[in-house]
C-alpha cells in the first residue's frame, strides 16, 4: 500500500514537472519574428541574425562535429551556400560541439570543404533561444528577420524542401 502511495507521488510529481516545462516550450514557426542571436566566428569574426538591422535571407543551420546527420548534411549546406550564396542568401552554420573542440570543428570544415561562415556555440544559446528540438536543425530567415521554414532534422539528399523555400525567398 505504502509503495502503492509512493508510486503515485512520483508519477503525479514527474506528470507535473514535465508539464510545467512543456508550457515554456514554444518553438518557432513559420512567420513569427526570430530570436537576437549573436556569436563568434570560428575565424575570429562574428555573426548575427534577427537583429532590428535588414539582413540578408539566412540559413541557419545548427550541427555538431560528432553528429552523423549533421556529417550527411554539411556537403549539402557547401552546395546551397556555392548556388545561392551569389543570389543573397547567406548560410551560417553554428556548431553546439563542447568548449575546446574549436580545432576539430576547424578540422571539420575543412574535411567538408565548407567556404561558409561557421559559429561555435559551446553554450548551447542558439537552442535555448529557437527552442530547437534536435541537431541537426534549420532555419531559413527572412531579411526582415522572420521564420520562414525550419527544418527539424538533416535534410533529405539533395535538399529539395529547402531548394524550394530558398527559391521562394529569393523570388520575393
Known sequence: MILRRSVGVLIFTATTACGGV????????????????????IDGDSAAVGTDEPQQLTLLNVWATWCVPCQKEFPDLQKI??????????VLAVSVDDNGTEER?????????????????PDGRIRDLYQGIGIPE???????GRLLFRNAGA????????????????AK
Open 22 to 41: 512543456q508550457e515554456k516550450f514554444k518553438p518557432l514557426v513559420t512567420g513569427d519574428p526570430v530570436p537576437v542571436y549573436a556569436a563568434q566566428l
Open 81 to 90: 551556400h556555392s548556388d545561392y550564396g551569389g543570389r543573397g542568401l547567406r
Open 105 to 121: 570543428i576547424r578540422e571539420f570544415a575543412k574535411v567538408y570543404s565548407a567556404t561558409f561562415p561557421i559559429a561555435h556555440d
Open 138 to 144: 534549420s532555419y531559413l530567415i527572412s531579411a526582415d
Open 155 to 170: 535534410f533529405p539528399e539533395g535538399a529539395a524542401v529547402i531548394r524550394a523555400a530558398i527559391e521562394a525567398a529569393l
